[in-house]
């Protein structure tokens, strides 16, 4: 009998929230990154598919894979994609995609050692174009999911794990959100520097 549950990764409203922040005080990443051109569509949807495939957001999953179809990218690479098999997709590309990955299953707590290899491969401006990316699809990624669990439970299929205080929170909340985040991080950037910088910065596993 098929089981009537569906799965993903899943998220609290909170976690939403941080996530949303970080995008947030990085917003200028974003922006300098349409600029320059270190990060075009084909590598932006390579970078989107790595994150959504540890995350598990059906939504996102089809969105990407059809941008990176538009793109260009080759059915080869597009199959290794969606397998989860990040690593063979040319040697520049292959450390962003599994940097993408690692950040995903970490939930935003990468290691250290490991953020500074990526930088150092990539420099300092590309390494911050390819985070603004993987910081985005977090977000859309969180969302997306939490949009799915929510029209599958008014259909009588519960995602696995998810609860519908979180599901509610997060699809609707954005709308709050947004703004209270915005204001939040003015705040802490005018007025507690050290928490803007931290915020600003990465979180990193302790081991």
């Not at 569906?6 to 349409?34: E, G, M, P, Q, W």
Request: charged fraction near 25%.
């Amino acid at each position: 009998m098929e089981s009537n549950k569906l799965k993903a990764k899943i998220f609290t409203t909170s976690t939403f929230y941080r996530h949303l922040k970080i995008v947030i005080a990085n917003f200028s990443d974003v922006l300098k990154s349409r600029k320059t051109g270190n990060v075009n569509k084909a590598f932006r949807s390579k970078i989107m598919l790595a994150v959504t495939h540890v995350n598990g957001c059906r939504y996102c999953n089809y969105f990407h894979t059809k941008n990176a179809i538009d793109a260009g990218t080759s059915e080869d690479e597009l199959k290794s994609m969606l397998n989860g098999e990040f690593g063979e997709i040319g040697s520049d590309e292959s450390v962003a995609l599994l940097f993408a990955q690692h950040y995903a299953y970490t939930d935003g707590y990468p290691d250290k050692k490991t953020y500074v290899k990526f930088v150092e491969h990539y420099g300092n401006q590309k390494a911050a174009d390819i985070m603004a990316m993987i910081r985005l699809i977090m977000v859309g990624n969180i969302h997306g999911i939490a949009l799915d669990a929510l029209q599958s439970r008014l259909k009588g299929r519960k995602m696995e794990g998810s609860k519908f205080k979180h599901e509610m929170g997060i699809f609707f909340g954005i709308f709050v959100m947004i703004p209270l985040a915005i204001v939040q991080v003015w705040f802490e950037k005018i007025f507690l520097k050290g928490t803007h910088m931290k915020l600003k910065g990465m979180h990193f596993i302790h081991r």
